[in-house]
T-cell receptor, first 118, second 114 residues
């Protein structure tokens, strides 16, 4: 069974204090790993897609990295507006009802609730 | 380009009733996936539709069903509502089912079952 575990569950940082969020996964045939940000009462907002070990992507103060067993979301010099829940998701190989190698549904972790204090 | 839209945004129902939620994908996107989000279980995959066919299904009872129309819009239906069905229901669209595509989420429908 595919599993995604995120740590820590919650993290409180001072503005400017850099840190990393962890996403550990076990999946049969990883097709892609996704990072989303979710604000209260809203749908997840897409941040990054990573496809293979060693890949890195950056956007403003965020940098995502991927190994064969985990992904990290590094936050450099965060600001209060970076406060949100950060979700990690994996897309495994095709499952039920699909004979053509198409994509399966995303399996999400429970998220890391990040608070940046001014 | 307009994002994923979901209607209604909020719903209150009582046990035993049924409910229909609607999702309009991003223009040009043909795959629509549905997810349930609760505080205890987090985000869980319900099902995916592409070209009006259900392509994948998560581990939910048969009370949860869906369909997709020729314009890629999708609906999901929950029959015989239970208290535990109270959740945020999220719809996500992507361009196709046949490769790893980013899924873009709508704002969700908040369902409360009393």
């Amino acid at each position: 069974e595919d599993q995604v575990t995120q740590s820590p569950e919650a993290l409180r940082l001072q503005e400017g204090e850099s840190s990393s969020l962890n996403c550990s996964y076990t999946v049969s045939g990883l097709r892609g790993l996704f990072w989303y940000r979710q604000d209260p009462g809203k749908g997840p907002e897409f941040l990054f897609t990573l496809y293979s070990a060693g890949e890195e992507k950056e956007k403003e103060r965020l940098k995502a990295t991927l190994t064969k067993k985990e992904s990290f979301l590094h936050i450099t010099a965060p600001k209060p507006e970076d406060s949100a829940t950060y979700l990690c998701a994996v897309q495994p190989r095709a499952g039920f009802g699909d004979s053509g190698g198409g994509a399966d549904g995303l399996t999400f972790g429970k998220g890391t609730h990040l608070i940046i204090q001014p | 380009k307009a994002g994923v839209t979901q209607t209604p945004r909020y719903l209150i129902k009582t046990r035993g009733q049924q409910v229909t939620l609607s999702c309009s994908p991003i223009s040009g996107h043909r795959s629509v996936s549905w997810y349930q989000q609760t505080p205890g279980q987090g985000l869980q995959f319900l099902f995916e539709y592409f070209s009006e066919t259900q392509r994948n299904k998560g581990n939910f009872p048969g009370r949860f069903s869906g369909r997709q129309f020729s314009n890629s819009r999708s609906e999901m239906n929950v029959s015989t509502l239970e208290l535990g069905d109270s959740a945020l229901y999220l719809c996500a669209s992507s361009q196709t089912h046949w490769r790893v595509d980013t899924q873009y989420f709508g704002p969700g429908t908040r369902l409360t079952v009393l």
